[in-house]
T-cell receptor
Framework: EAGVTQFPSHSVIEKGQTVTLRCDPI?????LYWYRRVMGKEIKFLLH????????ESGMPNNRFLAERTGGTYSTLKVQPAELEDSGVYFC?????FGAGSHTDTQYFGPGTRLTVL | AQKVTQAQTEISVVEKEDVTLDCVYE???????LFWYKQPPSGELVFLIR??????QNEISGRYSWNFQKSTSSFNFTITASQVVDSAVYFC??????????FGKGTMLLVSP
């Protein structure tokens, strides 16, 4: 079974440009998460989709970030316009649907997209 | 609020040495889950283990073992007879209920031949 995949693996852009990151979750996983790790810091939560709906977007830093998950399959994260502080590694993770009364999901992560804003 | 502290930023050992990675967490919930992930040089985060707050039994998987102690809010990870392939960044994480993962800053483990 294929794991979580992310594209591109690296992206180098200039400040003010737009970048779109893509995540393909494990097949059948309703839950999709975006996280970000800025150099030397913790991996921080950005948002959580359940199928195509945004369950929690409390971690999105500002309105320059837009996440979508049309059709409940893959997701995109767009940064427009990119700023220097957006540089970091963006991770996507997915997990199985929550069972009845259960939230013991294990999140499986992709390899991340390393974004560098110059 | 929940928090995970991995006080060791980097650890260097020589192959075959045992090494313990520390993880201390803070949470007000009585039900929570703890995780360890490994990030090898290739970049992906590899799931290693999940424990719930009601199961304090230590776990062993091959050369890996985990020591969960609620009394000290710790979930430490020991690698026995370390190998070069164990070189990676290791992250400890905490999850409460339906919330998302809270990660520590990670510990970089360097195992030299």
């Amino acid at each position: 079974e294929a794991g979580v995949t992310q594209f591109p693996s690296h992206s180098v852009i200039e400040k003010g440009q737009t970048v779109t990151l893509r995540c393909d979750p494990i097949s059948g996983h309703d839950n999709l998460y975006w996280y970000r790790r800025v150099m030397g810091k913790e991996i921080k939560f950005l948002l959580h989709f359940v199928k195509e709906s945004k369950q929690d977007e409390s971690g999105m830093p500002n309105n320059r970030f837009l996440a979508e998950r049309t059709g409940g399959t893959y997701s995109t994260l767009k940064v427009q316009p990119a700023e220097l502080e957006d540089s970091g590694v963006y991770f996507c993770a997915s997990s199985q649907p929550f069972g009845a009364g259960s939230h013991t999901d294990t999140q499986y992560f992709g390899p991340g997209t390393r974004l560098t804003v110059l | 609020a929940q928090k995970v502290t991995q006080a060791q930023t980097e650890i260097s050992v020589v192959e075959k040495e045992d090494v313990t990675l520390d993880c201390v967490y803070e949470t007000r919930d009585t039900t929570y889950y703890l995780f360890w992930y490994k990030q090898p040089p290739s970049g992906e985060l590899v799931f290693l283990i999940r424990r719930n707050s009601f199961d304090e039994q230590n776990e062993i998987s091959g050369r890996y073992s985990w020591n969960f102690q609620k009394s000290t809010s710790s979930f430490n990870f020991t690698i026995t007879a370390s190998q070069v392939v164990d070189s990676a960044v290791y992250f400890c994480a905490l999850k409460q209920g339906y919330s998302t993962l809270t990660f520590g800053k990670g510990t970089m483990l360097l195992v030299s031949p």
